[in-house]
């Protein structure tokens, strides 16, 4: 019986240990990518807004899922407020798409020189969008259909994913995004549990934004864990596989004389990347 109780108690000291150092990690992470940008050469910073500006494809779609989304929630509970909030949605895209397409026009015509100012203007609307999307969530889960619920958590697997992936060279816009519309859409599923009546209905809600928390954080530690770590070697740049890698490397690297594989890195994963069969 000793013997259980001591395995128990150790078992119980290393996950919690684990726990805290992953969290100290995160918050690390955090207060790193905030800071991101001050350390970056200008060459290589401008490379990174480049890249966030060719996100057309993933930030029409999500706009256009919401869009669905919302008035078929809109038409099933007959809501103003998710009317209003679908209508801004789809506003809000619609000017995101207007700024990256001005964005690729100028790069295109006569190249950008204010890479920060366009940074800021697409930083503007994300967090539009990501306020608009977890305000929609909230009122929508708080009507309290179990299909509305399932479709916000479906929306919102697929928009953190997305974000990850796509915002991972800005880490400042994509915590910030990720966080405004998880910490609302949370807040939405914790306060109908706290009102249901439904024991059931308590634990689906209360289990839907634990899992919503536990993938955010797993999206940044994700990012935290590619930002902490660099490529073994500048070779990896010209590979299509190690190039998705290559910005921890940018964060760490202040030489002029690797600042020319850098970009070339950039240039040849964006290369692979479009090179890519789709089918």
């Known amino acids: 019986m000793g013997d259980s109780c001591g395995q128990a108690e150790s078992f ?16 690390r992470f955090i207060r790193t990518v905030l800071r991101s940008s001050q350390r970056l050469p200008d060459a290589v910073f401008a490379e990174l807004v480049d890249i966030i500006f060719t996100s057309l494809p993933p930030v029409t779609i999500i706009g256009v899922i919401l869009t669905s ?10 809501d103003a407020v998710i009317w209003a909030l679908t209508a801004l949605g789809l506003a809000v895209t619609a000017g995101r798409v207007a700024l990256i397409i001005a964005y690729r ?3 295109s015509l006569e190249g950008v020189q204010d890479s920060a100012v366009w940074e800021r203007r697409y930083a503007i609307g994300a967090y539009g969008f990501a306020l608009v999307l977890g305000a929609f969530n909230w009122r929508a889960i708080v009507t309290g259909d179990p299909m509305v619920a399932m479709l916000v958590t479906s929306v919102m697997f697929g928009y953190g994913a997305g974000i990850v992936a796509r915002l991972g060279v800005r880490p400042t816009v994509c915590v910030i995004s ?16 706290a009102s249901a009546g439904d024991y059931d209905v308590k634990a689906m809600h209360a289990g839907q934004a634990l899992l919503l928390i536990a993938f955010a954080i ?12 660099p490529p073994a070697s500048t070779k990896e740049l010209s590979r299509c596989g190690g190039a998705r890698g290559y910005w921890p490397f940018i964060a760490s690297t202040s030489t002029t004389s690797s600042l020319s594989m850098i970009i070339l890195g950039i240039q040849r994963a964006m ?4 090179s890519l069969p789709t089918g």
């Open 271 to 274: 290369h692979c990347s479009s």
């Open 105 to 107: 026009r100028r790069a």
């Open 218 to 229: 797993a999206g940044m530690e994700a990012a935290g864990h590619i930002y902490r770590t």
């Open 178 to 193: 990720l966080a405004l519309a998880v910490v609302p859409t949370a807040i939405g599923y914790l306060s109908y549990a």
């Open 69 to 78: 989304v919302g008035i078929l929630v809109a038409v099933k509970t007959n």
């Open 12 to 27: 119980a000291l290393t996950f919690s240990y684990k726990v805290q150092h992953r969290v100290l990690l995160m918050f």
